[in-house]
């Protein structure tokens, strides 16, 4: 990707900061921003433990290691982070106001021949790409949890992405030695479309009682060969991105099937998102996680 040099990430939680690290690992400078500045230390913080244990493991060449967390700078605000950039990643929340808040921010500091990517899991990118001044320029590219070490990439076109954008969001991301799959601009494309729905049943059954947690769990990866039960996955994935990518598919689709199931809204009222809050389906206080029900 000779016209892609420079990458802005907007947003340093876990998607964004592992973005950052995919990104400069393929060698490209990386400003990284957020609206909370005291998670950019933290972020750079879990970006070198990262690469510190791909370098342990022999994944990456410790100097590879190095000179792709000092690829990774900083920025103190919106503008710092993509004047100049090529490819903006928005990389924040799954919430549609927030991400278009985002681009009124970002979209008046960028050059005229930047690209705009979105790694929503769910969210249209005609409709997000119509919140921008460049609609032909916007893209979906959706990395998979933890974006470091999963190999593909969803691209996703809106109706109004060109095919010229399209080619440069595949060839960026194989240049990350990504494997790319083309989407359609559908509510969860392909891997959320499937993938999440299977989590909602689980969590139904455990709502109903057909099982327990770990039961559940356990009956999906010995049963069906799944490195990780739904619960455990959901629990990784975050219970408030599920139930955004059930709204969405539910809202998107008007299909009962699509309905999130209390339980899972309950967890969410109640903060217990999973690994990021410390409890979900699982409780991670102690050494070993253990079920909450």
């Known amino acids: 990707m000779s016209t892609i040099k420079t990458v802005a990430v907007i947003g340093a939680g876990q998607m964004g900061s592992g973005i950052a690290q995919a990104v400069a690992l393929g060698g490209y400078a990386v400003r990284l921003f957020d609206a909370s500045p005291e998670r950019l230390p933290q972020a750079q913080g879990l970006i070198a433990a990262s690469?510190?244990?791909?370098?342990?493991?022999?994944?990456?060449?410790?100097?590879?290691?190095?000179?792709?967390l000092s690829r990774i700078a900083p920025a103190a605000s919106v503008a710092e982070a993509v004047s100049g950039a090529d490819l903006v990643i928005e990389a924040t929340v799954e919430d549609e106001a927030v991400k278009k808040a985002v681009y009124a921010e970002v979209v008046p500091h960028l050059?005229?021949?930047?690209?705009i990517a979105s790694n929503t899991s769910s969210i249209s990118i005609t409709r997000l790409a119509s919140a921008t001044d460049r609609p032909d320029r916007f893209v979906g590219?959706?990395?998979?949890?933890?974006?470091?070490?999963?190999?593909?990439?969803?691209?996703?076109?809106g109706i109004a992405t060109s095919a010229e954008t399209?080619?440069?969001?595949?060839?960026?991301?194989?240049?990350?030695g990504k494997t790319t799959t083309d989407a359609e601009d559908f509510p969860a494309f392909i891997v959320n479309?499937?993938?999440v729905p299977m989590m909602n049943e689980a969590i139904f059954a455990l709502y109903e009682g057909v099982g327990n947690v770990a039961s559940i769990d356990k009956a999906?990866?010995?049963?069906?060969?799944?490195?990780?039960?739904?619960?455990?996955?959901?629990?990784?994935?975050?219970l408030d991105v599920v139930l955004a990518i059930m709204n969405v598919l539910?809202?998107?689709?008007?299909?009962?099937?699509?309905?999130?199931?209390?339980?899972l809204v309950k967890y969410v009222e109640a903060g217990w998102l999973g690994r990021k809050s410390g409890r979900g389906f699982y409780d991670y206080s102690g050494d070993t996680p253990a079920p909450t029900r």
Request: positive net charge; glycine residues 8%.
């Open 166 to 176: 399209h080619a440069a969001a595949v060839a960026f991301a194989e240049s990350l």
């Open 193 to 195: 479309r499937i993938l």
């Open 220 to 238: 999906l990866k010995l049963g069906a060969n799944h490195p990780m039960g739904p619960l455990e996955l959901a629990d990784f994935m975050g």
């Open 250 to 263: 539910y809202d998107g689709l008007a299909d009962s099937k699509y309905r999130p199931c209390p339980l």
């Open 141 to 157: 590219l959706h990395f998979m949890k933890p974006a470091p070490a999963m190999r593909l990439v969803e691209i996703i076109r």
């Open 111 to 115: 050059s005229a021949g930047a690209l």
């Open 51 to 68: 690469l510190a244990r791909q370098a342990g493991r022999g994944l990456v060449a410790q100097d590879a290691a190095d000179a792709a």
